[in-house]
């Protein structure tokens, strides 16, 4: 999933991936997802939603949060990601207790990132949502978004291209 030198994928990392990070079963593969943000292998995309889940979290969350927000690109919570979020509910992607994923799905696709990662099984990285997010976005005029967890998108030394 690379992208040119000069032109990095940008990719949206969820809340679930920042508190990954210090997590047993998913910590290696976040800090590696992380290294290759530093690594300028990818463009790391935040917004206001992010940063507010995070307030609640561990101050060592936050932090990590923090160590990276000064070189990711900041985007709004536009009109069109609500209203985009509001389609997603009314397919019945998720239920309104759930929202803020749906969300951070909508976020992702307006603001034209390629790639949305998460550690969020259940609402977001699922077989059977996944095709219906990017049946939503194309209905309304948006491209189709990859939806991938951190090991998907870590890149390997030793993988074949």
Known sequence: MTATATQPIRVYADTSVYGGVFDDDFGTSSRAFFEQIEAGCYRLVTSPLLREELLGAPARVREWYERFAPGSEQVVVSEAAVLLQQAYLSAGIV?????????????????????????????????????????VNLTRGFGAIAIHSPPEVVEYEDQDI
Not at 97 to 102: G, P, S, T
Not at 103 to 118: D, E, P, Q, Y
Request: proline content about 2%; overall charge positive.
């Open 95 to 135: 239920g309104r207790l759930w929202e803020a994923d749906a969300l951070h799905v909508a976020i992702a696709t307006t603001s034209g990132c390629r790639v949305i990662v998460s550690w969020n099984f259940k609402h977001i990285v699922s077989f059977q949502k996944i095709p219906l997010y990017n049946g």
